[in-house]
Structure formats: C-alpha cells, structure tokens
C-alpha cells in the first residue's frame, strides 16, 4: 500500500539479491530508497542501477560493521529527506566451517556483520524514529536461526541472536510508533544458494513442501507489508518464509 506521505527507507546489504528485491518493492510502494553496501562489487552497482532505473532508489556507499560511518549515513540520510522512516537490516555473509575447524576471524566476521550491522544501524536510528513517532525495522534473519545448520554454527547463532533483538527492541519501542519485526527466509534464488553444488541444492529442494528454492521478490513483498504505514499492530515477529521447510507455532 502507498504510504500516506512519501517515506524514506534504508536497505543494507540493498545490491545483494534480497537487498535489491527489497529496495525495488519498497520504491514500488512509494518509498524514497536509499540501498547501503560496499562500494566496489565489480560491476554489481552498475547491474543494481540497470535493474532499478525509473526508481526512486539511491546508492549509499557502507560498512556495517562501522558505527561511526552507520551513525553518518543515518544523519546525512535524515538531513537529505528530513526523516529516517523503515530501516531494512538486509546485511549478511557467511563462512562456513564446522566448530572444530572454525578460526575467531570466520566467527567474529560473520558475527560482526550479520548481527553487529543490524546494532549499529538500529542504534542510530531508533532515536529519531522515536521522536518522529513513526519507525519500521524489518531485519532479515534466516530459517537456520531458528533450526540450526551443520557448519554454520556463526551464521546459526548471528540469526538466532538477531531474533532475540528483534523481541527486545520491539518492546523498547513499541509506545513510540516504532514496530520491530524479523523475517526468516528460507533457501532462495541467490547468488550464494545457486553457487551451491546442483546436488547440494537438489537435497535442499527435496526437503522443501512446496518443491522449490523460494524468489527474492517472495522476501520483498514480506518486508513491504511489515513496513507499511498500516502495519502498526505488529510487532515483536518473526515472519517465517520459507516454503514449509520449517514449521512451527
């Protein structure tokens, strides 16, 4: 649904492929985008900009793990637009390895994006979120944060953790106008899942009700309903999306 007045939105992570599916359903739903990431993808920005042309849709270079640099672009984005309206935490990497073989770098990366990225966005922003009386997060975990994945006990425990944020934060804000809500996706049509193994994938697929890896587009359209103006009763959830592959109540 339009938003009553144009809002502004900042996707991190917003070239990767959620991330650009989630910056082009939010432009489609009338948000002034702004999609942070690193800077220096190869040709990625440029295969961003052709599949995001005609929207309203920016490109802010950034690390998430920098706080200060999160703390710049949340202002320069509020002095630009006048506010910081949805947050997308979309932000993620992953190195795999079993524990035994996992070094502290494998662990803190992972951690430090992943999670440490969605405390350094959330912490500049919630302030004026707070203040306007109107804020949306929307962070992206995965389906492995609530089952667990061989070899990704980093990963695993980053997306568990950023539940427990989410649930947190959620009541922290809840009076101010601010929802906080998580998605869980499952296994998507990803750079990073179709570099998997075809029988790796197969396996995966297999295990999946609806007999398919889920489309970015699915994620998007998720994150677009949470961060809608009328989405204001929820908050605190976690929205699984993953196809049946894990169930719960």
Partial sequence: MTPAIPRTAVVSGGIGGLGTAICIALARAGCRVVAADLDGHGGRIDAFARE??????????????????????VREVEAAHGALDILVNAAGITRDTTLRKM??????????????????????????????????????SSVNGQTGQFGQTNYSAAKAGMHGFTMALAREVARKGVTVNSISPGYCE????????????????????VGRLGKPEEIARTVAFLAADDASFITGANIPVNGGLFMSF
Avoid: Y
Avoid at 52 to 73: N, R, S, W
């Fill in 190 to 209: 990803t750079a990073m899942v179709l570099a998997m193994p075809q029988e790796i994938r197969d396996g995966i697929v297999d295990k999946v009700p």
């Fill in 52 to 73: 995001t042309g005609g929207l309203d849709i920016g490109f802010a270079a950034l690390d998430v793990t920098d706080f200060a640099a999160c703390g710049a672009l």
């Fill in 103 to 140: 070094e502290p770098a494998q662990w803190d990366a992972v951690l430090g994006v992943n999670l440490g990225g969605v405390f350094n966005l959330c912490r500049h922003a919630v302030d004026g979120m707070a203040s306007r009386g109107f804020g949306r997060i929307v962070n992206i």
